[in-house]
């Protein structure tokens, strides 16, 4: 019987075939181990590992695109502030130079017709001045003749008279045109 | 149909004979064998114990295979035990014991710790209720092939000279000590080591099942007995079972220590000795 050979058996003796079918057992578990449960464990955690890992890169890169968004919406915001109150300067300055291409237009005007009309009042004037000077030469002698009562004989001498009376007229009426200039210069 | 059915059967037999308890033996470890064949000159027993060793190594397998057959990154129930149980070795071991360069021998580690919790577990599974790893052949294999291994991957890691030379010359020592050190430093790495590691292994299986076996016969023994020892029939019951749970506490930390104590070993091989 077994039971009695074990009695003297030493346990620290182990037979040669347990060894061998010890060898066995464990050399199965190593193979099973490294052809196929480790390599999935750690594809396994490999793949968790980077769930989470995309997971928190996703979330950075979703922040950082608001972030560019925003950026980007106030970049616009300042560059449309910035256009409107460009705008706003440029108009204001348009209308400043048609105001005052519009004065200096009707300055120009109102100098232009004021120019015209001294230039017309002068020619009128003129044309006054020499009716005037003939009808006055002609009406002074007719009537000098009439009130002397005699024709003078010399032309000569009676066109010498008739000058230096019209002579006297032009004086009269310069004073007369440098108190009307006095009067103007001073409105 | 236990490993003590032979010892239960003596109790009884005491009973009726009127003889005094006969505490169970040797032959627990020794049962009948069930068919024996020579191969290469070699004698193979098949007996309990081995039947025992290949249903706990097929039944590991067949959880381990179970566990990552169809992986999740969000794990199964039998996925995450698996899982745990790896990644206690994997991380717990192989990367924060025997170091940076650890990760590769994190399959060996596990195949280890997995193999020798399948075969403890089964000291206290009905119907075997004894451990593999109480046959000293079985932790003897274990350990020979940890020696091999840490001595290999030290000649490896640090080449033949100096890893040998650190262990007969440990460096940092004053000269005149290494007639002490140098023995000791010898027999440690080369006897001590392997040998601890598999006799604390089997001691601890054995020792249990002893244990297991002492206070489960002497339950029967006692209640069998027509006069007072009835009364002691509970306490000695009772301790069996508290026993059990003991044992379940040495079946997961022998696996654990074994597999500990081979990563320090690696890890000693891999990084010079301090």
């Known amino acids: ?187 | 149909m236990t490993s003590s059915a032979p010892a239960l059967g003596g109790v009884l037999a005491a009973e009726g004979s009127g003889d005094g308890f006969q505490a169970p033996g040797l032959g627990e470890f020794y049962p009948e064998v069930i068919a024996s064949f020579s191969l290469l000159g070699i004698d193979f027993e098949i007996t309990r114990i081995t039947l025992i060793l290949w249903v706990a190594t097929l039944a590991m397998i067949a959880f381990l295979v179970a566990a990552v057959r169809n992986p999740q990154i969000v794990p199964g129930r039998l996925q995450f035990v698996g899982e745990s149980g790896y990644s206690l070795v994997r991380d717990g071991i192989a990367r924060d014991v025997v170091g940076p360069k650890g990760l590769p021998f994190a399959p060996f580690l596990a195949a280890l710790f997995f193999f020798i919790l399948a075969n403890n577990l089964m000291a206290i599974i009905p119907f075997a209720q004894i451990s593999p790893m109480s046959k000293f052949a079985f932790p003897l294999v274990l350990a020979a092939i940890c020696w091999v291994l840490y001595i290999w991957i030290g000649i490896r890691e640090q080449g033949a000279g100096k890893y040998f030379k650190d262990i007969l010359f440990l460096p940092g020592v004053p000269k005149l000590m290494y007639i002490l050190v140098t023995p000791i430093e010898i027999l440690q790495n080369f006897v001590v080591r392997p040998f601890t590691l598999a006799v604390r292994l089997f001691a601890n299986m054995f020792a249990g099942h002893m244990l297991l076996v002492v206070f489960s016969l002497g339950a029967v023994y006692l209640f069998s007995r027509d006069n007072f020892s009835i009364v002691f029939g509970p306490i000695s019951a009772l301790m069996a079972i508290v026993m059990t749970f003991f044992e379940l506490l040495v079946i997961f930390l022998q696996a654990y220590v074994f597999t500990v104590l081979m990563g320090t070993y690696l890890n000693g091989s891999i990084e010079a000795e301090h």
């Open chain 1, 1 to 187: 019987m077994s039971i009695l050979a074990a009695e003297s058996a030493n346990p620290l003796l182990p037979p040669v075939g347990e060894i061998i079918i010890g060898l066995i057992a464990f050399a199965i578990v190593l193979l099973v181990m490294f052809k196929f449960v480790a390599p999935r464990f750690e594809q396994v955690f490999r793949a968790r590992r980077e769930a989470i890992e995309g997971g928190i890169e996703r979330a950075e890169a979703m922040q950082a695109e608001a972030q560019a968004a925003l950026e980007q919406y106030r970049a616009q915001l300042a560059e449309a502030r910035s256009e409107a109150a460009q705008i706003r300067d440029q108009a204001r300055a348009e209308g400043q130079q048609i105001l005052e291409e519009l004065r200096a237009q009707a300055q120009e005007e109102s100098a232009r017709i004021v120019a015209r009309g001294e230039e017309q009042l002068a020619t009128a004037r003129q044309q006054v001045v020499n009716e005037l000077r003939g009808q006055i030469g002609t009406l002074a002698v007719q009537l000098a003749g009439q009130v002397v009562g005699e024709s003078l004989a010399d032309d000569a001498r009676r066109s010498g008279t008739v000058d230096r009376f019209l002579a006297e007229l032009d004086g009269m009426a310069a004073a007369g045109d440098g108190a009307v200039g006095a009067r103007k210069s001073t409105r």
